[in-house]
């Protein structure tokens, strides 16, 4: 009786997770525009591709891919690729927008009527019933510019260089002293120079007188 009650509980919880899931998945693929059990105007933007590009379109259709609320003023890129899971819708009378073939793989923007879905399949697109399209126009980023580069910095002026040392002048030699003269000792008298002078007088008298004898004999 457990095992039957514990396979039973098990069943139950499958199922449900099968039928909360199914929806949830179904809901993720069409941009999130409305509620699935909801209908209503919508303006739908994405890429526009042949039905058999994503999952559950139809090949006589086409669909409308990677979609997004609209409107938008440009889009970055003028072609676009997808995926088969990717979000998408089925564009339904399409004849109303005069869309053609020239119109695939670029951004489009369409408003319309988005059906509700009741579909457990995620895989059943829901329909965009077409009422206007318009190409989306391209605007391409430009990257920002780079900064300009700093002006070099001027150079500062070389520091003059260090004037060498000059060469120590040769001192001039000392004067060299002029001796002064040598005094001589006063040790001399003039007492022999009156002596020696007063000797001569008496020898000339000495003389005189001889000379006068000698005459008078």
């Known amino acids: 009786m457990t095992h039957k009650y514990l396979f039973g509980a098990t069943v139950a919880v499958f199922a449900f997770g099968v039928v909360t899931v199914g929806p949830a998945y179904a809901q993720r693929r069409d941009g999130g525009l ?10 739908a933007v994405g890429c526009l591709v042949r039905g058999t590009a994503v999952r559950g379109g139809k090949k006589d259709k086409y669909a409308l891919a ?4 609209g409107p938008v003023a440009s889009v970055p890129e003028a072609t676009c690729t997808v995926d088969q899971g990717a979000d998408a819708l089925t564009v339904d009378n399409p004849e ?4 053609t073939d020239a119109a695939l793989g670029r951004w489009v923007e369409i408003t319309g009527r988005l059906e509700r879905e009741t579909d457990k399949d995620p895989d059943n697109l ?17 990257p920002p510019a780079a900064a300009p580069a700093p002006a070099p910095r001027a150079a500062a002026p070389a ?5 060498a040392p000059r060469a120590a002048e ?20 003039q007492l022999p120079a ?3 002078a007063g ?5 000339a008298g000495l003389m005189l007188r001889s000379s006068r004898l000698r005459q008078r004999g």
């Open 34 to 43: 409305l509620p699935q059990e909801t209908s209503g105007d919508v303006t």
């Open 66 to 69: 990677r979609v997004k609320k």
């Open 96 to 99: 109303k927008g005069k869309i």
């Open 126 to 142: 829901r329909e965009l019933d077409v009422a206007t399209f318009k190409l989306v126009p391209v605007v391409v980023p430009t």
């Open 159 to 163: 520091a003059a260089p260090a004037p």
């Open 170 to 189: 040769p001192m001039a030699p000392a004067p060299t002293p002029t001796p002064e003269p040598k005094k001589l000792p006063k040790t001399a008298s």
């Open 194 to 196: 009156i002596g020696f």
């Open 199 to 203: 000797l001569l007088s008496l020898a």
